[in-house]
T-cell receptor, first 113, second 110 residues
Framework: EAQVTQNPRYLITVTGKKLTVTCSQNMNHEYMSWYRQDPGLGLRQIYYSMNVEVTDKGDVPEGYKVSRKEKRNFPLILESPSPNQTSLYFC????????????FGPGTRLTVL | QQPVQSPQAVILREGEDAVINCSSSKALYSVHWYRQKHGEAPVFLMILLKGGEQKGHDKISASFNEKKQQSSLYLTASQLSYSGTYFCGTGGINDYKLSFGAGTTVTVRA
């Protein structure tokens, strides 16, 4: 089944404790992206990647890191999480080109205490 | 810069029509529309490209006014399944950076 998977789905952590949220897709998509969703603010892009070893900042990259060492994986790293990073996070992927329909993962709900 | 969506929310009875607007302060190359149901991930509806044609998906269609940097999503003869939050995403000449609006919550009642 074609899908985007994220792990974990739920995470409660404390300020300053490094964490990684994994994202994997099995559709051979070139493009992958991370978004955070907060009430009243919609979806805001954190980072995106156009292909292996090619990443760039979205609208809200502060406090996050990403890497794209393999085409299928695009982990999101919070090196020192803070309470303002409490949010619902979505990973998405698509082919590149003129019709980039993005497929979203199920989301990861992160709470930083 | 996030695009601005209006209205923030709309309540409809089955069979009624609605329009959701999306405006950007920057020149656009593409407008993407997604729908998200409560507790689920966003799902792609359609994409409109600069110079392209108006698109349709069942009874949901959209237009793209490049000069005004605006797009509108039209819900025609709404059904209960149309309920959800609709997001527009805008892309510049490079589609890969995508900025989404805050969303419009649509509630369709029987």
């Amino acid at each position: 089944e074609a899908q985007v998977t994220q792990n974990p789905r739920y995470l409660i952590t404390v300020t300053g404790k490094k964490l990684t949220v994994t994202c994997s897709q099995n559709m051979n998509h070139e493009y992958m992206s991370w978004y955070r969703q907060d009430p009243g603010l919609g979806l805001r892009q954190i980072y995106y990647s156009m292909n292996v070893e090619v990443t760039d900042k979205g609208d809200v990259p502060e406090g996050y890191k990403v890497s794209r060492k393999e085409k299928r994986n695009f982990p999101l790293i919070l090196e020192s999480p803070s309470p303002n990073q409490t949010s619902l996070y979505f990973c998405a992927s698509s082919f590149s080109g003129d019709r980039p329909e993005q497929f979203f993962g199920p989301g990861t709900r992160l709470t930083v205490l | 810069q996030q695009p601005v969506q209006s209205p923030q929310a709309v309540i409809l009875r089955e069979g009624e029509d609605a329009v959701i607007n999306c405006s950007s302060s920057k020149a656009l190359y593409s407008v993407h529309w997604y729908r998200q149901k409560h507790g689920e991930a966003p799902v792609f509806l359609m994409i409109l490209l600069k110079g392209g044609e108006q698109k349709g998906h069942d009874k949901i269609s959209a237009s793209f006014n490049e000069k005004k940097q605006q797009s509108s999503l039209y819900l025609t003869a709404s059904q209960l399944s149309y309920s959800g939050t609709y997001f527009c995403g805008t892309g510049g000449i490079n589609d890969y950076k995508l900025s989404f609006g805050a969303g419009t919550t649509v509630t369709v009642r029987a």
